[in-house]
Nanobody
Framework: QVQLEESGGGLVQAGGSLRLSCAASGRAFSSYIMGWFRQAPGKEREFVASVRWSDSATSYVDFVKGRFTIARDNAKNTVYLQMNSLKPEDTAVYYC??????????????????WGQGTQVTVSS
């Protein structure tokens, strides 16, 4: 059973940075896609970024390109989301997710079968 645990959220001023971590356990993840999603109050959960564990290929939603970077550390079984130039509209609960597969283009939350509990990111103006 896949277990995911996020950490690293918090309160930051606009323009600042945070790094989220997702510790993954329970499987060998070489055949997995790992993703980050976020959900703001009153809004649907939305895709942010994903990484293919086998070769570290990445995919991003347009509104975070150039600001956020997703990466995985094979030795630590951990996925990171480095968030720079944060904006108030980035405020949300951020979730780590995992799914079997190799296609980065599948970005629906329904495609991901394993989820962490989420970590709050608040960006003040």
């Amino acid at each position: 059973q896949v277990q995911l645990e996020e950490s690293g959220g918090g309160l930051v001023q606009a323009g600042g940075s945070l790094r989220l971590s997702c510790a993954a356990s329970g499987r060998a993840f070489s055949s997995y896609i790992m993703g980050w999603f976020r959900q703001a109050p009153g809004k649907e959960r939305e895709f942010v970024a994903s990484v293919r564990w086998s070769d570290s290929a990445t995919s991003y939603v347009d509104f975070v390109k150039g600001r956020f970077t997703i990466a995985r550390d094979n030795a630590k079984n951990t996925v990171y989301l480095q968030m720079n130039s944060l904006k108030p509209e980035d405020t949300a609960v951020y979730y780590c997710a995992a799914r079997l597969g190799i296609l980065l283009g599948r970005r629906s939350a329904a495609d991901f079968g394993s989820w962490g509990q989420g970590t709050q990111v608040t960006v003040s103006s």
